[in-house]
């Protein structure tokens, strides 16, 4: 008895060794997979780093870019254009004026009363209508025929309660969320179409002309004032209702910027006469490129699977468009490389499966157990059963790749503030001073850039770090003379402004 106790004991100790050495070698696997999942988080964080050096050499190079892109055609990655609004709204705007916005599947039309000065907009209307999926293939002629038939409808229905004199044509703001080469504040022809339209016969032609064609068709005595873009809709209507805004800048699916320029600093149309001395440019900076712009692998490889490479590469950095799948991208990678999720999601490798307003929300989950994250990641992804600390790497990831974001629209918007010489630092001018235009040298002033879109307006975590890194990049002193403000529907509301202060009969009171 005494060997064969002797023996189960020697036995057991045995096979409690093994089990030991099964459950020590299993916490160093994982461990070892935890490990690497942490590597890949500490490289996106090394990649997607903006320190205040990278963002004021981004800084810079925005400027220098956009000086590039003024001085002649094609000579930067900023397109720089010329919209010959040289007129903007200053409140004193009186009557009511129409707003056309076509840019997608629906159109708007906008009915607006100004009252004059000290009165501002005394109210609006607005109508939605989807645009049949047959017109978006069809003919330039069926398309506005359509629209100007609705538009016909819109006012037929307004009644007697405009103020409008009678016999007086009824001025329009024309937002055309297009590519467009602008020829005039009232016209431009279409460069390409894009969202999902294909109409041929408009490639080339000027797009107000086919609108107001169609208009007296049916004895609509409707005159286009302006045609324009969300961008400068977004400025016009900063504008009017604070008149220190000298730019606007649209974040959300995607993004633009567009400005107030002195005419003799844009070298590529010498000779612009204004009544202002200075016009809007339309910079289309979502082609912004820079060697200083942190990208990572991730970008890579989103830029190659898109349907533009090596195009909108800003863009691809800060819109809601790209942000929710650069963090899926980055939990593909982490699952790849360890066992975080369990077994790889298969849902991981669909592009842009998780939207950025998911993305928003799971970073900016406050709740303890982090259960919005969990509940995304399960209805959306098919992950379930994600221990905590896990959750909280998503979040990390979700922070990282939105302060990049956040970051580099600021470091944007301060470029703009550079050129023109509103950052603090004297800019980077050209051309002669005009009368009534700001020299480089003068003194800090109070300086307002309207901010639209959904990005920047719903997403609490990218506006804080957004404004963080303006006052990071400026300094405290400027920073408190530039103020963001929020200026929602520029491609509806301040269309119609626009139409106002470049209609004839606008009252200068």
Request: aromatic share 6%.
């Given at each position: 008895?005494?060997?064969?106790?002797?023996?189960?004991?020697?036995?057991?100790?045995?096979?409690?060794?093994?089990?030991?050495?099964?459950?020590?070698?299993?916490?160093?696997?994982?461990?070892?997979?935890?490990?690497?999942?942490?590597?890949?988080?500490?490289e996106l964080e090394e990649g997607?780093?903006?320190?205040?050096?990278?963002?004021?050499?981004?800084?810079?190079?925005?400027?220098?870019?956009?000086?590039?892109?003024?001085?002649?055609?094609?000579?930067?990655?900023?397109?720089?254009?010329?919209?010959?609004?040289?007129?903007?709204?200053?409140?004193?705007?009186?009557?009511?004026?129409?707003?056309?916005?076509?840019?997608?599947?629906?159109?708007?039309?906008?009915?607006?009363?100004?009252?004059?000065?000290?009165?501002?907009?005394?109210?609006?209307?607005?109508?939605?209508?989807?645009?049949?999926?047959?017109?978006?293939?069809?003919?330039?002629?069926?398309?506005?025929?359509?629209?100007?038939?609705?538009?016909?409808?819109?006012?037929?229905?307004?009644?007697?309660?405009?103020?409008?004199?009678?016999?007086?044509?009824?001025?329009?703001?024309?937002?055309?969320?297009?590519?467009?080469?602008?020829?005039?504040?009232?016209?431009?022809?279409?460069?390409?179409?894009?969202?999902?339209?294909?109409?041929?016969?408009?490639?080339?032609?000027?797009?107000?002309?086919?609108?107001?064609?169609?208009?007296?068709?049916?004895?609509?005595?409707?005159?286009?004032?302006?045609?324009?873009?969300?961008?400068?809709?977004?400025?016009?209507?900063?504008?009017?209702?604070?008149?220190?805004?000298?730019?606007?800048?649209?974040?959300?699916?995607?993004?633009?910027?567009?400005?107030?320029?002195?005419?003799?600093?844009?070298?590529?149309?010498?000779?612009?006469?204004?009544?202002?001395?200075?016009?809007?440019?339309?910079?289309?900076?979502?082609?912004?490129?820079?060697?200083?712009?942190?990208?990572?692998?991730?970008?890579?490889?989103?830029?190659?699977?898109?349907?533009?490479?090596?195009?909108?590469?800003?863009?691809?950095?800060?819109?809601?468009?790209?942000?929710?799948?650069?963090?899926?991208?980055?939990?593909?990678?982490?699952?790849?490389?360890?066992?975080?999720?369990?077994?790889?999601?298969?849902?991981?490798?669909?592009?842009?499966?998780?939207?950025?307003?998911?993305?928003?929300?799971?970073?900016?989950?406050d709740s303890p157990d982090l259960?919005?994250?969990?509940?995304?990641?399960?209805?959306?992804?098919?992950?379930?059963?994600?221990?905590?600390?896990?959750?909280?790497?998503?979040?990390?990831?979700?922070?990282?790749?939105?302060?990049?974001?956040?970051?580099?629209?600021?470091?944007?918007?301060?470029?703009?503030?550079?050129?023109?010489?509103?950052?603090?630092?004297?800019?980077?001018?050209?051309?002669?001073?005009?009368?009534?235009?700001?020299?480089?040298?003068?003194?800090?002033?109070?300086?307002?850039?309207?901010?639209?879109?959904?990005?920047?307006?719903?997403?609490?975590?990218?506006?804080?770090?957004?404004?963080?890194?303006?006052?990071?990049?400026?300094?405290?002193?400027?920073?408190?003379?530039?103020?963001?403000?929020?200026?929602?529907?520029?491609?509806?509301?301040?269309?119609?402004?626009?139409?106002?202060?470049?209609?004839?009969?606008?009252?200068?009171?």
């Amino acid at each position: 008895m005494g060997k064969l106790g002797f023996g189960l004991a020697v036995s057991c100790a045995v096979a409690t060794c093994a089990i030991a050495a099964i459950i020590v070698s299993k916490r160093v696997k994982s461990r070892r997979k935890w490990n690497r999942m942490v590597g890949v988080l500490k490289e996106l964080e090394e990649g997607c780093s903006t320190s205040i050096t990278r963002l004021r050499q981004v800084v810079d190079a925005m400027a220098v870019e956009m000086h590039a892109g003024l001085a002649s055609e094609g000579g930067s990655k900023l397109k720089m254009l010329l919209t010959f609004i040289d007129n903007l709204p200053h409140g004193n705007e009186k009557g009511t004026y129409y707003a056309l916005h076509l840019g997608g599947t629906n159109f708007r039309v906008l009915r607006v009363q100004l009252g004059g000065k000290g009165s501002g907009i005394l109210g609006h209307e607005v109508e939605r209508q989807p645009i049949p999926p047959y017109l978006m293939t069809s003919t330039s002629e069926d398309l506005f025929d359509f629209i100007a038939e609705a538009l016909n409808q819109f006012i037929e229905r307004e009644g007697s309660g405009n103020d409008l004199p009678p016999k007086e044509r009824r001025q329009l703001g024309f937002t055309f969320s297009f590519p467009v080469r602008q020829t005039s504040a009232n016209s431009g022809c279409l460069v390409k179409w894009t969202k999902g339209f294909s109409i041929k016969d408009l490639v080339g032609k000027d797009v107000t002309t086919c609108l107001e064609e169609s208009m007296a068709k049916i004895g609509l005595d409707m005159r286009v004032a302006t045609l324009v873009n969300d961008t400068v809709g977004t400025l016009a209507l900063g504008h009017f209702h604070d008149e220190d805004t000298v730019a606007a800048v649209i974040i959300g699916t995607g993004t633009n910027a567009c400005y107030v320029e002195r005419t003799d600093a844009i070298i590529k149309s010498q000779g612009l006469l204004t009544n202002s001395g200075g016009v809007v440019v339309n910079m289309e900076w979502g082609n912004f490129w820079s060697s200083h712009l942190p990208k990572t692998s991730y970008d890579n490889d989103l830029d190659a699977e898109s349907p533009n490479p090596f195009d909108q590469g800003f863009e691809k950095m800060i819109s809601g468009m790209y942000l929710g799948d650069i963090v899926r991208r980055v939990l593909l990678r982490m699952a790849q490389e360890s066992d975080i999720f369990g077994d790889l999601p298969s849902s991981l490798s669909v592009p842009f499966i998780l939207r950025t307003p998911l993305m928003a929300a799971m970073h900016e989950d406050d709740s303890p157990d982090l259960r919005e994250v969990a509940r995304i990641l399960n209805d959306t992804l098919q992950i379930s059963d994600v221990p905590l600390k896990v959750r909280r790497v998503v979040v990390r990831v979700c922070d990282v790749v939105t302060r990049r974001a956040a970051r580099l629209a600021a470091a944007g918007i301060v470029g703009i503030l550079k050129k023109i010489g509103r950052d603090g630092s004297g800019g980077i001018s050209s051309g002669r001073m005009k009368s009534g235009i700001e020299s480089s040298s003068t003194k800090m002033r109070r300086t307002v850039v309207a901010i639209e879109g959904g990005l920047y307006l719903s997403y609490t975590m990218f506006r804080e770090h957004l404004s963080e890194a303006m006052t990071e990049i400026l300094g405290e002193e400027v920073a408190q003379n530039v103020i963001l403000r929020v200026s929602e529907d520029g491609s509806g509301l301040g269309a119609a402004l626009l139409a106002a202060s470049h209609s004839s009969t606008v009252s200068s009171s």
